[in-house]
């Protein structure tokens, strides 16, 4: 299941992330956070490379009868280490 706030920011224009891409992120992708206190539940946050050669974020939360997916996104190279797996210190 895709919250509002996920289909909201996978179609933005500079955007435009397919279901495809990320189930192709949660399914060959790594979980880079893991999040056992959010208010949501246990959020996982996955980062992994797409069938058109782009990193993306996945942020989802496993429920008993689906998984929620929360947001997903490019993530900015200003934030996060070269290879996007741990975030930059402020």
């Not at 706030?5 to 399914?27: F, G, P, Y």
């Not at 893991?34 to 949501?40: E, I, L, N, T, V």
């Amino acid at each position: 299941m895709y919250t509002h706030h996920a289909t909201a920011q996978m179609n933005l224009d500079e955007r435009l992330i397919s279901t495809k891409e990320v189930r192709e992120v949660i399914e060959k992708g790594k979980i880079i956070e893991c999040r056992p206190d959010d208010s949501r539940g246990p959020t996982f946050l996955f980062s992994g490379e797409t069938s058109k050669n782009r990193t993306l974020h996945v942020v989802c939360s496993p429920k008993d009868e689906f998984l929620a997916i929360i947001t997903a996104y490019v993530p900015d190279p200003a934030e996060w280490s070269a290879d996007f797996s741990k975030r930059k210190k402020s």
